[in-house]
T-cell receptor, first 113, second 110 residues
Framework: KAGVTQTPRYLIKTRGQQVTLSCSPISGHRSVSWYQQTPGQGLQFLFEYFSETQRNKGNFPGRFSGRQFSNSRSEMNVSTLELGDSALYLC????????????FGPGTRLTVT | GESVGLHLPTLSVQEGDNSIINCAYSNSASDYFIWYKQESGKGPQFIIDIRSNMDKRQGQRVTVLLNKTVKHLSLQIAATQPGDSAVYFCAVDNTDKLIFGTGTRLQVFP
């Protein structure tokens, strides 16, 4: 069974731009969660989507948003990029909603210049 | 809110020895705990999980111990191998969100 895939793997953007990252969960998994990983803050929860609905959200500004499609694929969007948004963005999928048995993708490395 | 901390940022062990990585959490209501392994350039890899109704769970060469009294979690790796070199994170469920510790880098030397 294929794992979680994320595209693109690497991205360089300029301050003020916006970016969209994509995540395809493991087949049969209906929940997708997004995390930001930085050296200073570690792994931090952004939000979770289940059955196309955001069911949980972390403490990030409204510039961070996401959505989930009917095939469970998910996208996250960051608008008005700031230098501090440079990070590894990880998505994780699980069969059901919540934090149980989440499997991570390889991440998208975003660099904001 | 929940906070999760690991006791050592780095752990160095000799190949073949057992490794123990420790983690402390703050919320006594937490009921689900996971250990992840992250190798350089990769996403976290699920190792093993445990629910609060258990105090021990074993996998292949790994054991997770949960002490709810002192809010402490540990990961034991038997016969540590060079391929075990990575950063290990514990994660704790807090209202359906995973809160991650800061990670312990395990270094295995011959």
């Amino acid at each position: 069974k294929a794992g979680v895939t994320q595209t693109p793997r690497y991205l360089i953007k300029t301050r003020g731009q916006q970016v969209t990252l994509s995540c395809s969960p493991i087949s049969g998994h209906r929940s997708v969660s997004w995390y930001q990983q930085t050296p200073g803050q570690g792994l931090q929860f952004l939000f979770e989507y289940f059955s196309e609905t955001q069911r949980n959200k972390g403490n990030f500004p409204g510039r961070f948003s996401g959505r989930q499609f009917s095939n469970s694929r998910s996208e996250m969007n960051v608008s008005t990029l700031e230098l501090g948004d440079s990070a590894l963005y990880l998505c994780a999928s699980s069969i059901g909603q919540g934090s149980y048995e989440q499997y991570f993708g390889p991440g998208t490395r975003l660099t904001v210049t | 809110g929940e906070s999760v901390g690991l006791h050592l940022p780095t752990l160095s062990v000799q190949e073949g020895d057992n490794s123990i990585i420790n983690c402390a959490y703050s919320n006594s209501a937490s009921d689900y705990f996971i250990w992840y392994k992250q190798e350089s350039g990769k996403g976290p890899q699920f190792i093993i999980d445990i629910r609060s109704n258990m105090d021990k769970r074993q996998g292949q060469r790994v054991t997770v111990l949960l002490n709810k009294t002192v809010k402490h979690l540990s990961l034991q790796i038997a016969a540590t191998q060079p391929g075990d070199s990575a950063v290990y994170f514990c994660a704790v469920d807090n209202t359906d969100k995973l809160i991650f510790g800061t990670g312990t880098r395990l270094q295995v030397f011959p």
